[in-house]
């Protein structure tokens, strides 16, 4: 919202005359700092709210997030409280670097709220190089540090794309794995600004996959000269009926391609006659997420449901159901220590499933600490993960003096010290001898570490861990545990 001459003449005026009343949030505490005392319960109303520096952001889209609207009445007490929910909510949209919002106090009766925004840098072109395993632990131990398993390629990602919060991705990569991805995300399509659609498509091929899973690891074919070929086409809808609360329904096409050697290895990787797996599935889920900073949550809860159905009957390849469900739970104790839970459930049928779609802890970033390197498949399974971790160094880096770009000249720092207790189980009702040493049995994993945390969603974790079934390791990660 721009300022109107008026408005701008009357704020100076109010200015030069001393009478302005101005109350920040500072470090997410409101700390007024006018010399008029006020009383937590007066009623306030809301004349105004102005955005500044949102270069590319368009307002209606900072305006969604808030609690507040012009012309509402509050009381002070809920206001400067609202205001901290405010700006917590704003940063994890991850459309900025900073948020602050201040009121601003014309009398006795009238507020006006300043919100204050520093961009992210949103137009992201880079070339990558990552490792094709499922993780660093995997790649270092079990495939020996093979430079041939990494996948390299251009990434090209513009967020906040028109300054609407669409996001635009492609990229192209080479490597262990050749891929091409496209996709496409607007999160408003209407003028509530409740509803959204997503369109994704990838193209992947690999010379050399995994065929089977031996005790508790994969299995990979010899170089072939083509191993698989994957097509893969998605178009969802995306509600948000408030700030917390999102639904997503997602219709999606796989055509799945690989060489008779694979099958011959594995007769059960498609379970059918044929090198084709191609299906249409119906997925559902429910996000509700009240994370206090998503790339590292320290207060605040989230959970999620989904359901997803592979096979609607169009082809005959695969009839396959997953639910799924988890709660995290961020809890402060106080003087830099932060607790946090989280407990995680998926069931799966029918009880025989294909190879190529039998998932277990980990599978899509699942995993108890400690067996990071195991795979460990089943129809369902449940894992219930501990941290308590305390806060040991805290501060920003100030490099003005030598970078001129806003979104790089200051580079926030954060270190943890954290111990974790993982429990889980895996229930496979197949007689699978070969991969069923972790199955059907209790599990846990424990260990210490140290999280370092800095800007744009940066974590690196550093673990030692022990388990009951295996020998002790050191585990590296670039993401939250969970």
Not at 95 to 100: E, G, R, T, Y
Not at 206 to 221: A, G
Not at 451 to 464: A, G, M, N
Request: hydrophobic share 40%; aromatic share 16%.
């Amino acid at each position: 919202m721009k300022l109107s001459p008026s408005t701008i003449l009357l704020l100076a005026c109010i200015g030069c005359s001393g009478l302005l009343l101005e109350a920040n949030l500072v470090k997410g505490q409101a700390v007024p700092f006018d010399s008029v005392a006020t009383s937590p319960d007066q009623w306030l109303t809301i004349d105004k709210i102005f955005v500044i520096g949102n270069k590319r952001t368009k307002e209606k889209i900072i305006l969604r997030e808030l609690d507040l609207t012009e012309g509402q009445t509050i009381s002070q007490e809920a206001l400067e409280e609202i205001l901290i929910v405010d700006r917590r909510k704003l940063f994890n949209t991850q459309l900025f670097l900073d948020v602050n919002i201040s009121q601003v106090r014309l009398d006795d009766h009238f507020v006006d709220i300043i919100i204050r925004v520093a961009e992210r840098w949103y137009t992201i072109p880079s070339p990558f190089f990552r490792l094709a395993d499922r993780n660093f632990n995997v790649w270092f131990s079990t495939e020996n540090r093979d430079w041939r398993r990494v996948e390299y390629g251009l990434k090209f990602f513009q967020y906040n794309f028109r300054g609407l919060n669409e996001r635009l991705y492609f990229y192209t990569q080479l490597g262990f794995t050749r891929q091409f991805a496209l996709r496409y995300v607007i999160p408003y399509i209407d003028k509530a600004q409740k509803n959204g659609i997503e369109v994704a498509f990838s193209y992947s091929e690999k010379k050399n996959i995994n065929y089977i899973t031996r005790d508790h690891q994969f299995i990979f074919t010899d170089s072939l000269d083509e191993g698989i070929r994957n097509y893969r086409g998605t178009i969802g809808w995306r509600f948000r009926p408030s700030f917390y609360n999102n639904h997503y329904v997602d219709l999606r096409y796989n055509d799945v391609w690989v060489s008779d050697t694979i099958t011959a290895l594995n007769p059960n990787y498609f379970l059918h006659d044929g090198n084709r797996q191609q299906y249409f599935s119906l997925a559902y889920s429910f996000i509700s997420d009240h994370r206090d900073y998503i790339g590292y949550p320290l207060k605040g809860y989230r959970w999620e449901v989904g359901m997803e159905k592979l096979g609607l009957g169009l082809f005959s390849d695969i009839n396959l159901i997953r639910i799924d469900g988890s709660y995290r739970k961020y809890t402060e104790l106080g003087k830099g220590f932060y607790l946090a839970n989280s407990i995680q459930g998926y069931g799966s049928a029918p009880r025989r499933q294909p190879y190529a779609n039998f998932i277990g802890i980990g599978y899509n970033r699942v995993w108890l600490r400690g067996h990071e390197l195991d795979v460990i498949e089943g129809q369902a399974f449940v894992i219930q993960q501990n941290t308590l971790s305390k806060r040991i160094f805290s501060r920003e880096i100030d490099l003005r003096k030598i970078f001129s770009i806003e979104q790089f000249n200051t580079i926030p720092i954060s270190f943890y010290l954290k111990g974790y207790v993982d429990h889980g189980y895996v229930h496979n009702s197949l007689p699978y001898p070969q991969n069923s040493r972790l199955a059907n049995r209790y599990l846990m994993g424990y260990g210490v570490g140290l999280d370092f945390v800095s800007f744009y969603d940066f974590v690196l974790r550093i673990e030692r861990s022990w388990r009951f079934h295996g020998e002790p390791g050191f585990y590296f990660h670039l993401n939250t545990a969970f």
